[in-house]
């Protein structure tokens, strides 16, 4: 078969495709891959239920994956003639996947599924060149987790508001064999954020290629902010949130404040149980009151292969999972952000969620390039923090960094 006349099979089908999606015809299975441990097993059955009935021709097929090897799984998928018709990956997976051609375009889509209102850090990796390729789905982000009653103890009677306020108070509550603050000298994702708010970033496009970007003022103005408030609790300048376990350190009881996830609380107190009703939350201050600070935004999105020969009923799966409907609803059972900015309000009764809704609307993601996990394998952002806190020139230690990113980003180029 010549290539014009597969592509003319190619079109027929997906014009098919389109009427079977509406009304009349044979029902279309639609094949859907979800991870592990997004969504409990009630929203799954709750989901599929009432998208089948509200799409008589669809039936979904919704298959539960694992995240360890999922990389090369979905790189096969898409490189197939007959893969899954609608895949859940990370946010800052779409640019990888999206470097293989074998992912749909849904820029024409972004209006109806209220683009201008998505999460920035989901909806800004999910864009390739201009073009929307992934679909916002849901996010998580840090906050800072607090003793309340330590809080009370030293006079501070709410939460800070901006950065000089969080440096105040951290410092009035680091006193006697009290960490005003955990905060391992590795937590390089906190560091993202502050880079973030000054304006920097880890690394920058130049032309067709990227380069390192630490060794600018407004990334050193972030690690220089990061260096106080770590001096203001005991965290190792060596190592991550791993080593030791951040929230084993917390629930000995005498760790005022630590960046985490909110769901990091429970494990604190699972381990200690004195300190339940001692937990409290608030998003990671700003620069300035009226914007929470910048964050890392984990989370998925959804993309369609390209090679899907159900296209119309693959889009319809992805508009329903974004509706402010199912969004919600999925919000509540996970305690996740929902993908837009406006629907922060609707997970309000859980205070944790409710703190990390807010700094979602300043959430950013890592460099949009295919090669990013190159620069995570190494990590040089955590021996940047390491030779910093241990007393190096900064500008000399994120020009080191910078020599690694940029040759990783460039690779294969």
Not at 264 to 292: C, H, Q, S, Y
């Amino acid at each position: 078969m010549s290539r014009f006349a597969a592509l003319l099979v190619l079109a027929l089908t997906l014009s098919a495709c389109g009427t079977d999606a509406g009304g009349g015809g044979e029902r279309q299975e639609i094949t859907v891959w979800l991870m592990k441990d997004t969504a409990t097993d009630d929203f799954v059955k709750k989901f599929e239920s009432e998208f089948e009935r509200e799409h008589a021709n669809l039936d979904l097929n919704i298959q539960i994956q694992e995240w360890n090897g999922i990389t090369q799984k979905v790189t096969s998928a898409l490189a197939s003639t007959d893969p899954p018709d609608v895949i859940e990956v990370g946010n800052t997976q779409v640019a990888q996947y999206v470097a293989s051609k074998g992912v749909t375009d849904l820029s024409g889509k972004v209006a109806e599924l209220k683009g201008e209102d998505w999460i920035p850090g989901l909806a800004e990796p999910g864009a390739v060149d201009g073009k929307q390729f992934g679909v916002p789905f849901y996010a998580a982000n840090r906050v800072v987790i607090y003793r309340t009653d330590l809080f009370a103890a030293a006079g501070i009677t709410s939460p800070p508001k901006t950065r000089d306020e969080w440096i105040a108070a951290t410092a009035k509550l680091d006193q006697g064999d009290v960490q005003g603050i955990y905060l391992p000298g590795q937590n390089w994702y906190t560091l993202s954020g502050f880079v973030w708010d000054e304006g920097g970033d880890l690394a920058a496009r130049d032309g067709d290629k990227w380069k390192g970007s630490l060794n600018t003022p407004k990334a050193l103005a972030g690690m220089d902010f990061y260096k106080k408030l770590q001096a203001l609790g005991d965290g190792p300048k060596d190592s991550d949130e791993a080593k030791p376990q951040q929230t084993d350190v917390v629930a000995a009881g005498k760790v005022a404040q630590f960046i985490a996830v909110p769901g990091a609380a429970k494990l604190v107190t699972k381990a200690n149980p004195e300190l339940a009703g001692k937990i409290g939350f608030f998003p990671i201050p700003g620069k300035t009151a009226d914007k929470p600070g910048a964050v890392f935004t984990g989370g998925s999105d959804l993309i369609i292969p390209l090679s899907s020969a159900r296209q119309d009923g693959a889009y319809e799966v992805v508009k329903a999972l974004a509706s402010e409907k199912w969004q919600v609803e999925l919000a509540k059972a996970m305690n996740y952000v929902p993908n837009r900015k406006s629907l922060a309000t609707s997970v309000g009764g859980d205070p944790g969620t409710a703190a990390m809704a807010v700094g979602a609307a300043n959430g950013h993601a890592t460099p949009n390039s295919p090669n990013w996990a190159a620069v995570e394998a190494r990590n040089p952002i955590k021996e940047f923090q390491t030779a910093v806190l241990t007393g190096a020139d900064p500008a000399g230690a994120a020009a080191k960094a910078d020599e690694v990113i940029t040759q990783a980003l460039n690779s294969g180029k």
